[in-house]
């Protein structure tokens, strides 16, 4: 049995090798991306879900009228795996960590509430292409992301006023998609332009010595603008 495996791999790795299909083409059935991404955030608070107002922001925070908050943009490199079942339909895959913190705005402007927030936006996305008989090939698509989060501290604020852990929740989010592939040449190399909105709703947990002091949910709803190259094979 081992000498039959051993040998159906090595013939299937000649056949793939030898496969017209894994040439380097603009027609490829796969393609690699590697991009450069602007994360823009939105971060605002959803609900406050639970408060022990003696402990936070020194008991003042139910009194004030307005209070938000806001994620910081970042800018980070990308890599994206797409398989082409046909040349209009195609599943992609995503891969980037972004790093953010989260500030008060309104009457708690300025204010670090939360600082070192490492996101993984893992994403899977169907995507629809058209065929403009062009280089240039327009895509859209739509899918599932699970954001998980890494390695989230307190802000300097909240440091201050007795918070010692922050944690922030994984979450199951969605993604719209729409760019366009841009074929430069016939050996597969191309440059790639797209944008992706996000809707993922995390919530946040303050602690102090132990006990929940605050926990809120937030819009984080980022858009994500990607350009960079490409190569189908």
Request: hydrophobic letters at 45%.
């Amino acid at each position: 049995m081992n000498l039959l495996a051993a040998t159906a791999l090595v013939a299937g790795a000649a056949t793939a090798i030898a496969a017209p299909a894994m040439a380097a083409s603009p027609e490829g059935r796969w393609q690699v991306k590697v991009l450069g991404t602007a994360v823009l955030p939105d971060g605002k608070i959803d609900t406050i879900r639970s408060i022990d107002t003696d402990t936070v922001l020194g008991g003042t925070l139910a009194t004030l009228d307005d209070v938000g908050t806001r994620a910081n943009d970042n800018v980070v490199p990308t890599l994206a795996v797409e398989y082409f079942f046909t040349k209009a339909f195609s599943v992609e895959t995503i891969c980037c960590f972004t790093q953010h913190r989260v500030s008060g705005t309104g009457d708690i402007a300025g204010a670090g509430l939360v600082d070192h927030v490492l996101i993984l936006p893992a994403t899977v996305t169907a995507k629809a292409h058209l065929d403009t008989g062009t280089p240039f090939k327009p895509y859209v698509g739509a899918g599932p992301a699970w954001f998980f989060v890494f390695d989230e501290k307190p802000g300097g604020t909240a440091r201050a006023l007795g918070v010692d852990k922050v944690k922030m929740s994984n979450k199951l989010g969605f993604a719209l998609q729409g760019g366009v592939d841009i074929a430069i040449n016939d050996k597969g190399l191309g440059l790639s332009l797209d944008a992706k909105k996000y809707w993922v709703k995390p919530t946040a947990s303050f602690y102090a010595d132990g006990d929940l002091a605050l926990r809120t949910r937030h819009d984080l709803d980022p858009w994500a603008l990607s350009a960079g190259v490409s190569y189908r094979f």
